[in-house]
């Protein structure tokens, strides 16, 4: 089968040095691979996603030196591909439309551990839809839409880079956004249903995504999909342990051509 990976940025911002070096791991296994990259904007989030940053990111990726042989595709012109997701998962009866609000869940949810990449509070079990009310819905819109975890069960993986990891369904993660309820698929949904779509066959991406994966491993089983290998990279961190991504003003790219940095300093590994 041919290597099939994906660049696929979010353009909510300036990219930094943490996205630079996980992009790059993307693009080189893909070209180690003789394969095939996708570049795909992830640019559904209409408040927080903006044209310019997309330019931005397109430049930086040339003065990176990173091409790519089919796209940019634009998620925000793909909603076909995310409603078909939406319905083949409301047909099989595993997602519901929920009016419980974002505070709610917070106020009646047991937080993860603070320290933790992926700290989405667990929606509690008893604020559940009752089974068989998405029958009624022909199209997502209105309300939002959460998965049905299977509570207890294990989804494990093995990951290029990490191993074997498992996390448990209703005790690392719980019920999750698929749609969004002003009309936005969600995350979890979309970067499925995509990756389904463009028939991508590894996904090179940040390890604060690993959770995300088990997520993802549940839609791609509800889907009857093949899910894609997986190689999440390390995150870059300063001298204090911190995300890059999660300091007060990260390493844009921008900051670092300024002072002189070439592409090869830039992605040369070690800490910033
Ligand atoms: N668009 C996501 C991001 O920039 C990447 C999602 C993924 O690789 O699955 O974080």
């Given at each position: 089968?041919?290597?099939?990976?994906?660049?696929a940025?979010t353009p909510t911002?300036?990219?930094?040095?943490?996205?630079?070096?996980?992009?790059?791991?993307?693009?080189?296994?893909?070209?180690?691979?003789?394969?095939?990259?996708?570049?795909r904007i992830e640019d559904l989030d209409h408040l927080r996603c903006r044209?310019?940053?997309?330019?931005?990111?397109?430049?930086?990726?040339?003065?990176?030196?990173?091409?790519?042989?089919?796209?940019?595709?634009y998620q925000s012109q793909r909603r076909e591909v995310f409603l078909d997701a939406w319905r083949?998962l409301?047909?099989?009866?595993?997602i519901?439309p929920s009016?419980?609000s974002r505070?709610?869940?917070?106020?009646?949810?047991?937080?993860?551990?603070?320290?933790?990449?992926?700290?989405d509070?667990?929606?509690?079990?008893?604020?559940?839809?009752?089974?068989?009310?998405?029958?009624?819905h022909?199209a997502p819109d209105g309300v939002t839409w959460r998965f049905?975890?299977?509570?207890?069960?294990?989804?494990?993986?093995?990951?290029?880079?990490?191993?074997?990891?498992?996390?448990?369904?209703?005790?690392?993660?719980?019920?999750f956004v698929v749609w969004r309820r002003d009309g936005v698929p969600a995350y979890e949904l979309a970067v499925v249903a995509d990756?389904?779509?463009?028939?991508?066959?590894?996904?090179?991406?940040?390890?604060?995504?690993?959770?995300?994966?088990?997520?993802?491993?549940?839609v791609?089983?509800?889907?009857?999909?093949?899910?894609?290998?997986?190689?999440?990279?390390?995150?870059?961190?300063?001298?204090?342990?911190?995300?890059?991504?999660?300091?007060?003003?990260?390493?844009?790219?921008?900051?670092?051509?300024?002072?002189?940095?070439?592409?090869?300093?830039?992605?040369?590994?070690?800490?910033?």
């Amino acid at each position: 089968m041919t290597y099939r990976g994906r660049l696929a940025p979010t353009p909510t911002g300036d990219m930094h040095l943490g996205h630079a070096r996980t992009f790059h791991a993307a693009w080189r296994r893909a070209r180690e691979a003789h394969g095939q990259i996708v570049l795909r904007i992830e640019d559904l989030d209409h408040l927080r996603c903006r044209p310019e940053y997309t330019t931005q990111m397109l430049a930086d990726f040339a003065w990176l030196g990173l091409d790519w042989d089919e796209g940019p595709y634009y998620q925000s012109q793909r909603r076909e591909v995310f409603l078909d997701a939406w319905r083949t998962l409301r047909d099989a009866g595993v997602i519901y439309p929920s009016t419980v609000s974002r505070k709610e869940v917070r106020d009646a949810a047991h937080a993860p551990h603070e320290d933790e990449e992926d700290a989405d509070p667990i929606f509690p079990v008893a604020l559940r839809t009752p089974p068989g009310a998405e029958r009624a819905h022909d199209a997502p819109d209105g309300v939002t839409w959460r998965f049905r975890v299977p509570d207890g069960r294990a989804v494990t993986f093995t990951d290029v880079r990490c191993g074997a990891r498992s996390f448990t369904a209703g005790v690392d993660f719980g019920d999750f956004v698929v749609w969004r309820r002003d009309g936005v698929p969600a995350y979890e949904l979309a970067v499925v249903a995509d990756d389904v779509a463009m028939g991508i066959t590894e996904v090179v991406r940040g390890e604060d995504l690993l959770k995300s994966t088990a997520r993802q491993l549940l839609v791609y089983e509800a889907l009857g999909a093949t899910p894609p290998r997986w190689c999440h990279e390390p995150l870059v961190r300063d001298a204090d342990g911190r995300r890059l991504a999660k300091r007060h003003a990260p390493l844009s790219l921008q900051q670092l051509r300024a002072q002189g940095m070439s592409p090869a300093e830039v992605l040369g590994g070690g800490a910033a």
